[in-house]
């Protein structure tokens, strides 16, 4: 098959590109650049021995998107290209329904020049907003706490009217939950620009003496240690997610949502934990405010994805550690070095 992806030269871009290399498919990657290097596609080159189309577009130039859309014609689409700061969606919510919601809108128009229907869309746990009906699964009411989880909502929403008003669409929605870890060769991962945001890779740049310690949002949570609890899931795992629904989609029309994550719950301790043991370096914390909008606990109830698509995850915390930290240590300045 010859997919597009958009946002190919991201962090969970660059390992699914690599899989579908690694399965035979014929790939072709779109990507701005605006949170990537395009150093990703040439390590993924060096990992798979094969070269790989990349175009240097924004979904937002609508022209040059449908000729590109004319020149490939591809078959399925998989749509990783989006913002993904939920902080800088508060202070910047235009700029993130421009990019969200109007780049899904032209891609879509993309599609439709040549009659590609199949879709891949990266969709979060955030659609389930703050709800603590624990395990989540796919029929949990959704909602958005932020401007960034509204415009995974509102894509969710027109691509299930764009399934009514024509049925020859095949659309995945795969609601990821937190996607850690890096492809065992340490050549490629994710490569946050600034202070991380979310907690694996802030942990990844203390154990490396990056930065001095790790704040703890919160240890009075209801929970077993007192931090939230998140379901870690390794980006190989997820990966093979993306491989998994284009199958389903090349057989089934209609639009449907899975859960990517492991149904495993694992604390903020657990995580300094286990880095201090992987890395051998003693990860400093201290227990500070919780952090504004975070939820007690978040995790999956995967069962939907083993059923329709024969998909669960298969690496633990462990794993997913030991790799991130052979990532880390090989590239203390991502791509850069
Ligand atoms: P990433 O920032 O590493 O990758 C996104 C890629 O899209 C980047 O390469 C960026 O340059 C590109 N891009 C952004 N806007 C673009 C535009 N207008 N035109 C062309 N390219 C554009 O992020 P990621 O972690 O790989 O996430 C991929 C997708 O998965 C995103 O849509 C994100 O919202 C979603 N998601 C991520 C997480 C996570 O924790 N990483 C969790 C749930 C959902
Ligand atoms: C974040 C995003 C969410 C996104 C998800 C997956 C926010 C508010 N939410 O959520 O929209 O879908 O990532 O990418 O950004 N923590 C610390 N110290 C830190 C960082 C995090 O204690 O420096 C804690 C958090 O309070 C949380 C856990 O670690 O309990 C995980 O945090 P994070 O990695 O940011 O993921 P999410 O909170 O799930």
């Known amino acids: 098959m010859h997919v597009l992806v958009t946002g190919g030269a991201g962090y969970i871009g660059s390992h699914t590109v690599l899989l579908l290399l690694e399965e035979g498919h014929t790939v072709s990657v779109l990507d701005n650049f605006s949170n990537s290097s395009p150093e990703s596609i040439r390590r993924v080159e060096k990992i798979s021995g094969q070269s790989v189309a990349t175009y240097k577009l924004d979904l937002l130039d609508r022209e040059r998107l449908i000729d590109l859309f004319g020149q490939l014609r591809p078959d399925a689409v998989i749509h990783f290209a989006g913002l993904k700061a939920v902080g800088e969606s508060v202070a910047e919510p235009l700029r993130y329904y421009r990019n969200n919601v109007a780049g899904t809108l032209n891609l879509l128009d993309g599609m439709m020049s040549t009659n590609c229907k199949k879709l891949v869309f990266s969709s979060s746990a955030t659609v389930y907003g703050d709800s603590n009906k624990l395990p989540l699964s796919e029929t949990t009411e959704r909602s958005a706490t932020n401007p960034y989880g509204r415009t995974k ?6 691509l299930e009217e764009l399934g009514i008003s024509d049925p020859d669409w095949s659309i995945a929605n ?25 907690l694996m890779p802030y942990v990844a740049q203390v154990a490396i003496g990056k930065r001095e310690q790790v704040n703890v949002f919160g240890a ?41 994550g492991t149904g495993h719950g694992t604390s903020v301790l657990e995580v300094i934990e286990a880095f201090s043991r992987v ?59």
Not at 153 to 158: A, K, T, Y
């Open 153 to 158: 909502l509102h894509i969710e929403e027109m």
């Open 174 to 198: 795969l609601r990821y939950f937190n996607p850690v870890g890096a492809h065992e060769s340490g050549l490629i991962g994710e490569d946050p620009q600034g202070i991380p945001n979310n």
């Open 279 to 337: 890395s051998g370096q003693e990860v400093a914390y201290q227990v500070v405010e919780r952090r504004p909008g975070d939820v007690a606990e978040c995790y999956a109830n995967p069962e939907k994805a083993m059923l329709d698509l024969g998909w669960k995850a298969e690496r633990g915390l462990e794993q997913m550690v030991e790799d991130m930290w052979r990532w880390q240590v090989k590239n203390p300045d991502g791509f850069l070095n």
């Open 220 to 260: 009075d949570y209801a929970t077993s240690d007192g931090t939230g609890v998140r379901d870690y899931i390794h980006v190989l795992d997820l990966a093979a997610g993306h491989l998994a629904a284009l199958e389903y989609l090349s057989i089934q029309r209609g639009v449907n949502a899975w859960n990517l």
